[in-house]
């Protein structure tokens, strides 16, 4: 079983991924779980079908790598003796860091420390959001195993080596990858990245 977590500011896709990320496992035959922290957002009730092999849930009573780092602890707990997936996805909140939510999962002792950690960066919005949040989404950069970058479809061939040579300046050696998550183009790359971490 492995842990991933979708680091990203709110709006930059994390959901949509989710799904389709979960969707593509779930048709390959793997047990999936996905945990989403929504506050006053949008979740994926509805849009996840539960199946035999996937398992939706939503904490929503506040965050979970602070208020509800119990009822994070617990429910990955429940979920590996109950479900026994093969991955268990979380959605944390726009503000959490991975490195807070990589501890949670640590110390909850469900017998396993191996997570992923993608970072997801909307490149539509990418130059405002390095421009008045630089420090937090360096933050978030640094404690993840991939980074990808979303909404591709709705940039130019600037926009995107804008983004490539800022996120390299802040992280040369971490895989990126571009994607669209509304249209699935990059997402095959995405998921053998994931796969080579199952
Ligand atoms: N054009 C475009 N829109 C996207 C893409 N991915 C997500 N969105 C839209 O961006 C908005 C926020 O997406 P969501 O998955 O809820 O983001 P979250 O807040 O990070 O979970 C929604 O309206 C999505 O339909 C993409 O690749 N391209
Ligand atoms: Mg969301």
Redesign the pocket.
């Known amino acids: 079983m492995i842990v991933c977590q979708l680091a990203?500011?709110?709006?930059?896709?994390?959901?949509?991924?989710l799904i389709r990320l979960g969707t593509f496992l779930g048709n390959a035959g793997r047990r999936v779980a996905i945990i989403v922290n929504e506050i006053g957002?949008?979740g994926v009730d509805g849009a996840v079908i539960e199946s035999d092999g996937m398992k939706s849930i939503e904490l929503t009573e506040g965050c979970i790598c602070c208020t509800l780092s119990g009822s994070l602890q617990n429910t990955l707990r429940q979920i590996a003796r109950e479900f026994a997936p093969d991955i268990i996805m979380i959605?944390p909140t726009?503000l959490a860091l991975p490195t807070k939510i990589k501890q949670i999962v640590r110390t909850s002792m469900i017998g396993e420390d191996r997570t992923f950690t993608i970072c997801?960066i909307d490149a539509?919005r990418a130059r405002k959001l390095f421009d008045e949040a630089g420090t937090f989404l360096t933050r978030q950069m640094e404690g993840s195993d991939i980074i990808v970058v979303?909404?591709?479809?709705?940039v130019s061939h600037d926009d995107k080596e804008y983004v490539k040579n800022l996120v390299r300046y802040i992280s040369p050696s971490t895989p990126l990858v571009f994607?669209?998550?509304?249209?699935g183009q990059g997402i095959d790359e995405v998921v053998s990245l994931l796969e080579e971490a199952l």
Do not use: Q
């Open positions: 990203g500011f709110l709006g930059s896709g994390k959901t949509t991924l957002e949008i959605e726009g997801l539509f979303n909404k591709v479809d709705l994607i669209s998550a509304r249209d």
